[in-house]
């Protein structure tokens, strides 16, 4: 090892104040879920879990729950398919402005989300679209095909094409290849990349903020409003946590199907 | 092989499925075939997005009724980008914003490095896939939660206030520009982590050893052989701090009480002045394309 002594301490120790910084919210935020208090003041001042009661019995809550599963599923849907065309297109055909399509694909997630909301919300209003959850299924879709274009582009170019060969050449057609052999190879990559894509639209706000409209609230929604009144924050402190445990399923479903590698792969 | 191939019993041709002519004929057709599997996505994308895009890049340009409020599709004007030149507080903003972008891309790499590092070549492999998942968590939780985490934090009676006090510290509650610098370094963190920690453990060690061997210090072996080295990376993810500082508009307003350009848009979007909240948003795209052209002469593609 060519790091001494010291610097590896010195290393670890960051690392160690690094991983404290990273969680210390994350540990805040669940320890008031069970704050006694109505107010959010620090120390909490007892025990309980009458929030979780309160928050099951909140109509708003739930039905920005249900939303933000129609609108994650539907949005999930569309970006699987453009997402799996596009990548298959990129991966097998050399042609003209093949770079660009690349770069257009990524634009909507690299351009900031302020823009994209913004733009689509003008686009909505000039064309007389009623906005609600349908255009926000739009734009959440738009930048989910990314993520399942890069998930199944990865696994294209690992591997070998020999397979689709042999069944063409067993006499198998083109849909029967697909069906048959380039489908279920594609098999975890479809289900991370779906994965992803849920996640990604189930917690975005930015973009959504702009295309959904008076009358429709998803959870981020809900939580942003919420968070602006005082009598709500012990409901939202629920909501946070259950969330917090919601979210090491992706991390988990990750790490099981294909390392611990891809787990940081929202990027 | 199915029943339906090329004969039947009486040796003539028999009819072939639709889908099984198609297939016949798309086989030599190459182009066809990419236009098919392309067609649908580059639709949606050209349609969908760089529709958006010029709508707005246009809509820029158009006027706003002052009776009704109303935007007038069509009806041409420079006015809001005179509005956005005379306003000194546009300038203000948008340095305001540009900077606090930078210095939260400085600030992520600053603190991902060490952490990187470790996890690349000081850790075990054990140790390496354990802290992978414990950067993925905090990825994974919820924007509004990590941001709402914070805001209990920094509010007055908050855990912040209850460790200063008694150093005789003053905290501003909810009202500190300095708020933003840490929460949103806090949000965008574990997106420099994980390009850093990729870009680490590409450089062989064998490098680091050569180094060594002619004479050169951990502080030199740093600067003249890994930095270089994990650049490409570093730009990688400082592509993610920085077009996401400069996109959000909920963070500020909520922990720091500060407007950034994306405040300013969105206040400005539908009841305000939506000519002016379409031409403001045109400096963040100037600066993102900027930027990404910037990144990819660098190499931080490779990196991602």
């Known amino acids: 090892m060519v790091e001494s002594k010291p610097i590896r301490i010195l290393l ?159 006499g198998a057609d083109m849909w029967t290849t697909f069906r048959r052999v380039t489908g279920p190879r594609l098999g975890t990559a479809l289900l991370s990349g779906a994965l992803l894509a849920f996640a990604l639209s189930f917690d975005e706000i930015i973009v959504t903020n702009f295309t959904a409209g008076a009358g429709t609230q998803t959870i981020p929604l809900w939580i942003f409003a919420a968070i602006q009144r005082p009598s709500e924050l012990p409901v939202v402190n629920v909501v946070a946590f259950l969330l917090i445990l919601v979210s090491v399923i992706p991390v988990w479903l990750a790490q099981r199907i294909s390392g611990a590698e891809t787990a940081g792969a929202r990027l | 092989m199915d029943d339906r191939g090329s004969s039947n019993d009486r040796g003539a041709p028999v009819r072939l499925s639709i889908q099984r002519r198609l297939a016949i004929w798309l086989f030599p057709h190459r182009r066809v075939q990419l236009g098919l599997l392309l067609g649908t996505p580059l639709g949606w994308l050209a349609i969908a997005y760089l529709g958006s895009l010029a709508i707005l890049l246009l809509s820029a340009f158009w ?75 905090p990825l994974w939780a919820a924007y509004l939660v990590k941001v709402y985490a914070w805001r209990t934090i920094l509010q007055g009676n908050g855990l912040l206030e209850w460790v200063l006090t008694p150093f005789g510290v003053e905290s501003h509650g909810l009202k500190d520009i ?106 963040p795209i100037a600066i993102m394309t900027i930027y990404l052209l910037a990144a990819r002469r660098l190499g931080a593609f490779q990196s991602l």
């Open chain 2, 63 to 137: 006027t706003k009724d002052t009776f009704t409020g109303n935007v007038e599709p069509f009806t041409w004007s420079l006015k809001a980008f005179q509005t956005l030149f005379a306003g000194e507080v546009y300038r203000t903003v948008a340095i305001r914003t540009v900077g606090m972008a930078a210095l939260v891309t400085v600030t992520c790499a600053v603190l991902a490095l060490p952490i990187a590092y470790y996890m690349a070549r000081i850790a075990s492999p054990r140790k390496r896939s354990a802290l992978l998942v414990a950067i993925a968590v």
């Open chain 1, 12 to 170: 670890r120790l960051a690392s160690a104040l690094v991983l404290l910084f990273l969680f210390l919210p994350l540990v805040v935020v669940v320890i008031y879920a069970f704050n006694e208090s109505r107010t959010q003041a620090w120390p909490p001042t007892g025990f309980t879990l009458k929030w979780f009661g309160e928050a099951a019995s909140n109509g708003a809550l739930l039905e920005a729950i249900v939303n933000s599963v129609i609108v994650g599923a539907s949005a999930t849907a569309v970006a699987l398919v453009l997402g799996t065309l596009a990548a298959l297109a990129i991966h097998r055909y050399r042609f003209f402005g093949r770079e660009t399509v690349s770069f257009l694909l990524v634009l909507p997630i690299a351009l900031p989300g302020v823009v994209t909301g913004i733009a689509l919300q003008r686009t909505f209003k000039t064309f007389g679209f009623d906005l609600g959850l349908m255009t926000i299924v739009i734009g959440h879709a738009t930048f989910c095909i990314v993520i399942v274009f890069n998930n199944v582009i990865a696994r294209l170019r690992r591997l070998p094409s020999s397979p689709e060969e042999a069944s063409g050449d067993l």
């Open chain 2, 178 to 283: 300095a708020n933003a610098w840490l929460v949103l370094t806090y949000l965008w963190l574990p997106y420099m982590i994980v390009p850093v920690y990729a870009g680490l453990e590409r450089i062989p060690g064998s490098m680091l050893e050569a180094s060594a061997d002619l004479g050169g210090r951990a502080g030199t072996t740093f600067r003249r052989v890994i930095l270089p080295l994990v650049f490409p990376s570093l730009v990688a993810g400082s592509i993610f701090t920085f077009s996401l500082t400069l996109g959000d508009y909920i963070t500020p307003d909520l922990v720091a009480d500060a407007k950034f350009i994306g405040n300013v848009i969105y206040d400005n979007s539908s009841l305000g002045n939506p000519p002016l909240a379409a031409a403001y948003s045109m400096l």
